[in-house]
């Protein structure tokens, strides 16, 4: 199965493939999923951390190889500040407490995609 991570700050997950849909959860920035179809605009996904499933829009997850997943996994922790500001690829971006960030804060890398703080 795909991998993929969340690259934007707050995602929600919903329970049907549909803007209206409920939302039975939402992704923060880092948190990685297991992809199961992709029906553009839609990905269903399933977290990692709590096993829920639903429906996100495919634009706010990245794909990750499984080495990079596992690398990600074993480098990240959960950010306690309130808020942070990082720096991408498209601007900067704030980033609230339970997002996933490495267990350094500077310069660092999920998949492809570059990151500082």
Known sequence: MLRAYCHVSISPVRSEPKDP?????????????TVETIEEPWAKITTLTDDYSGYID??????????ESDHW????????????IIATSSG???????????HHLGNFRI????FHF
Do not use: M
């Open 21 to 33: 849909a409920e939302i039975v959860t939402q992704l923060l920035f880092g948190e990685i999923v």
């Open 73 to 84: 996994e074993k480098s990240s922790s959960l950010l306690t500040d309130r808020e942070r």
């Open 92 to 102: 900067k971006q704030y980033i609230c407490r339970g997002s996933y960030v490495p």
């Open 58 to 67: 495919v634009k706010h997850i990245r794909n990750l190889t499984e080495k």
């Open 111 to 114: 998949g492809n995609d570059d």
